[in-house]
């Protein structure tokens, strides 16, 4: 779904997560060029995005934690994730005199919403307590600390800038879903053998149903005109009109 619309998270996705990877190629390899590629795969994914911000929270937090020279290598990380940001945020602000085109004031959000943030944030928490104390890789760890800055960046976003901010909503969520499916090979091989294998069955069992679903529903996108997958895309030509599942030819 996210990747057939117009949207930016296909490009954060891979962004925000191969950022992520090769923070842990660092911590396992300790070659400082990894870490600067880090720096500027994270600096691109806030640029794509401004939720890619969780990507650099999570990463920034697993070095704290779990690097040697933490000091260094978060301020040198730090340096070069957030600095093209800054540069443009400066350059909004001299130039036009507002560095985000936003402004900060308390808004209300739907209790369902709250209630479901609170949630996804203690689940968060608690999941990384869990993988902490199971001595599990960085990797599995820093996807912990994404999802939980990831839902703190959404609150605050919900709560200061935009209250109408679909908190819940399958695009805003995809990197906190993207993460999980991540970390579910690992969770699984913490279960006991019994366990296990019945959560590899439910699992694959799951995968059939949303693979034939997505098939479906690709073929009904196809021949209706919804979204990109709308065939007059493919056979209009290079002219091609903004909404074309709007246009009655």
Partial sequence: HVHWMAWFYPVLIFLGFSGLFL???????????????AGMV???AWLDRYIGL???AGAGGILWLSSSKRARDLV???IISVAPMAVWMAYNAVRLGNATNRTLSLHRIAIAEGLGLILELSMAGA????????DSKAIHQALALTIFAHTAVVAITA?????????????????????GLLL???VAGQLRPRAAALFRRVLIMLIAVQLLGAVYYTAQAFNRG???SDGRWAHGGLVIPAHAWDDPE
């Fill in 54 to 56: 969780a990507f650099i």
């Fill in 226 to 228: 919804l979204e990109w």
């Fill in 127 to 134: 999941l990384y307590l869990f993988l902490r104390r199971r």
């Fill in 76 to 78: 040198l990380f730090g």
């Fill in 184 to 186: 579910l090979p690992w």
């Fill in 23 to 37: 923070v842990d190629a660092y911590l396992r390899r300790r070659r400082i060029s990894l870490l600067l590629l």
């Fill in 159 to 179: 709560c200061l800038v935009d209250a109408n901010t679909p908190v819940l909503d399958t695009r805003i969520q995809v990197v906190v879903m993207y993460a």
């Fill in 42 to 44: 994270m600096a691109l």
